[in-house]
C-alpha cells in the first residue's frame, strides 16, 4: 500500500466526516472488546472477590496489549494439554469427556475434598487416574453443569463481533478506493487476527467461572495415594514431599514455565510455591508448553506469521518523518523475523530431544539453552514492540489528508 500523499493534517474535528477522534475511538474500541471478550482465565482463589478477579484479568488485559500473539501461544498450549486428555479418556474408553470437561478441569474447575478436610484442585489426568479407582463421579462433572458455571456473555460477544466486522470491512473499503489508513488502524488490524485464533484455541473452555465443582472422596490423603499407588512404599512419603501437587505422581503439571523458571525463582517469593499456594488454584502464568502437535503448530504458525505481515504491510504508509518511517520498517522487520527465529528453536529444541530420545518425565519446558535463547529475543521483541505501540499515536499528530476522507457507504451503515 502506497499512502506517501503531500498534504498533511493535524488533529481534525469530526462533526461531518472522519476525524482524528473517530480514528482513535475506533481503534481503541475494537481492541478492548477483542481483548476483553476473548480472555478466558482460570477459576480464582475462593476468596478472591469479583473487583479482585477483574483486576486480575485487567492485569493479563495489559500483556494481551503488549503481544497478544503470546495469548495466543498460551491458549494453544491449553488446548494442546485438553485434546490429550480427551484422548486418553478416550482410549481408556471413556467416550463422553470432552474439550469443555477437560479445560474446565485444567482451569482448577474441579477439586476434591477429603474427610481429613484436605482439598486442592486436580487436572483431567488425575481425575482419569480417580475415575480408574472409582473414587470420583463423572455425573457430577456434566457439560450442563459446567455451562451453568460459565459466564459467557453473548450481547458483549454479539457487539464484539459486530464492531470488528464492521471496522474491518472499513479498512478493507478504504482499501479499495484508495484510501489511506493509518498506522493505528494498522495495529488494530493485528490484534483482530491474533484475538481470531487465540477465540478459537478458547473455544471451548468455560469463561469467568468462579466456583469450582467439589468431589468428596471418603477417606485421607495418605489413604487415597495407597489406593492409587499399590504396592508403593514412598506412599507416606509422597504425602509430605510434594511441590505441584498431592497427585503429582500422576500429573506433575510438568513440563511448564512456571515450574521450569519461576520454580528456580522460588527463593524470592516463597508463598507464589509453597504447598498452600498449590491448594489453592492453578494460577495463570502456569504456563504449559506447545506440544509437538503438527495442527496445532501449523496454526499458531499461521497466526504468528499474519500477525507480523500485517505489519509488514504498512512498509510504505506515510509518516511524518523520515526517521519515523525508517524505525517501523526495521521493526516491523525484526519483529518478523524474531517470530521465525522462535519457531526455529522451538522446533530445533523438539529434534534435539527426539535424537537424544529425552523421556517426556524428563524434558523441561524450557531446557538451559533454550531459556537463554528466548531471553534473548524476548529482549529484542519488547524493545521493537514499544515502538509498535508508541508509533501509532505519534503520528496522528501529522497525517495524509486522504487518511480523513470518509468511505461513500460509511455515513449511511450504524455501527458502534
Not at 495407597?226 to 501437587?245: F, Q, V, Y
Request: glycine residues 6%; hydrophobic residues 45%; positive net charge.
Amino acid at each position: 500500500m502506497n499512502n506517501a500523499i503531500d498534504a498533511r493534517l493535524g488533529w481534525v474535528s469530526s462533526p461531518d466526516g472522519r476525524g482524528t477522534i473517530d480514528i482513535i475511538w475506533g481503534c481503541l474500541l475494537t481492541i478492548f472488546l477483542c481483548v476483553w471478550t476473548v480472555l478466558t482465565l482460570n477459576v480464582p482463589a475462593p476468596d478472591k472477590s469479583e473487583w479482585g478477579f477483574t483486576l486480575t484479568k485487567t492485569r493479563w488485559m495489559g500483556i494481551a496489549l503488549f503481544g497478544p500473539e503470546w495469548l495466543t501461544a498460551m491458549a494453544g498450549a491449553q488446548w494442546s494439554i485438553a485434546r490429550r486428555s480427551v484422548q486418553q479418556f478416550r482410549d481408556g474408553d471413556v467416550k463422553d469427556w470432552t474439550m469443555r470437561q477437560a479445560f474446565f478441569a485444567d482451569m482448577g474447575g474441579v477439586r476434591i475434598r477429603l474427610c481429613d478436610g484436605e482439598e486442592f484442585p486436580v487436572t483431567s489426568k488425575h481425575i482419569y487416574v480417580l475415575l480408574k479407582f472409582e473414587l470420583v463421579d463423572l455425573r457430577k462433572i456434566t457439560k450442563k453443569v459446567i455451562d451453568d458455571k460459565s459466564k459467557a456473555d453473548w450481547l458483549l460477544k454479539s457487539v464484539t463481533i459486530g464492531q470488528t466486522v464492521w471496522f474491518l470491512l472499513q479498512c478493507f473499503a478504504r482499501l479499495q478506493q484508495d484510501l489511506s489508513i493509518t498506522t493505528l488502524e494498522l495495529s488494530t488490524v493485528s490484534f483482530v487476527a491474533c484475538t481470531i485464533g487465540t477465540n478459537i484455541m478458547w473455544w471451548s473452555k468455560p469463561k469467568d467461572v468462579f466456583v469450582p465443582i467439589v468431589l468428596d472422596i471418603d477417606c485421607t490423603l495418605e489413604v487415597l495415594l495407597k489406593k492409587i499407588r499399590p504396592g508403593t512404599p514412598d506412599a507416606t512419603r509422597d504425602l509430605m514431599n510434594w511441590k505441584w501437587s498431592p497427585l503429582e505422581q500422576e500429573d506433575d503439571l510438568r513440563p511448564n514455565f512456571l515450574a521450569d523458571v519461576g520454580g528456580q525463582l522460588s527463593s524470592l517469593n516463597q508463598a507464589k510455591f509453597s504447598q498452600a499456594a498449590q491448594k489453592i488454584r492453578f494460577r495463570n502464568d502456569r504456563l504449559p508448553p506447545i506440544e509437538r502437535d503438527w495442527l496445532l503448530n501449523g496454526f499458531l504458525g499461521i497466526v504468528s506469521f499474519c500477525f507480523g505481515a500485517i505489519y509488514v504491510a504498512g512498509w510504505n504508509i506515510s509518516f511524518p518523518t523520515y526517521a519515523e518511517h525508517l524505525a517501523w520498517r526495521i521493526c516491523t522487520l525484526t519483529i518478523f523475523s524474531l517470530v521465525l527465529a522462535f519457531w526455529v528453536v522451538d522446533m530445533s529444541i523438539a529434534i534435539l530431544n527426539k535424537s537424544k530420545k529425552v523421556s517426556i518425565s524428563d524434558r523441561q519446558a524450557v531446557p538451559p539453552v533454550q531459556l537463554v535463547l528466548y531471553t534473548f529475543i524476548a529482549s529484542v521483541y519488547v524493545i521493537m514492540r514499544l515502538y509498535l505501540l508508541v508509533e501509532p499515536f505519534a503520528s496522528l499528530r501529522s497525517l495524509p489528508a486522504v487518511a480523513f476522507k470518509t468511505v461513500d457507504w460509511t455515513l449511511f451503515i450504524p455501527h458502534v
